[in-house]
């Protein structure tokens, strides 16, 4: 029974979805206790009193998310740019090389 039991869970640990299901599952676990936690009373308390949780509104929290936005589009092109002129680099040096 218990090998029998040690392969099912290998054959559940190593396959493709078990990882991405438990992060799934935990993350609905997260969000409804942070829902839950922020609509109770310990929420606001919690909100007032720790000076580096967000207070802002619709319109700061709406910025934050536009600068973190533009941030990630910048990072993502600067990677692409990169990754494109890397191997077309690397092609000219191997031509002017074999001058």
């Known amino acids: ?13 190593t396959s493709f979805w078990f990882v991405p299901t438990l992060m799934a599952l935990a993350a609905v676990a997260l969000s409804a206790g942070t829902v839950a936690v922020d609509s109770g009373p310990v929420g606001k308390t919690l909100a007032n009193s720790v000076g580096w949780l967000w207070s802002g ?17 910048t ?6 740019s990169i990754t494109i002129a890397a191997p ?10 074999r001058r």
């Open 1 to 13: 029974m218990k090998a029998r039991l040690l392969g099912l869970w290998e054959s559940l640990r």
């Open 75 to 80: 990072v993502a092109g600067t990677v692409f």
């Open 57 to 73: 509104g619709a319109d700061g929290a709406r910025a934050l998310l536009s600068t973190v936005a533009s941030s990630m589009i």
């Open 88 to 97: 077309s680099g690397s092609t000219r040096l191997r031509t002017t090389a």
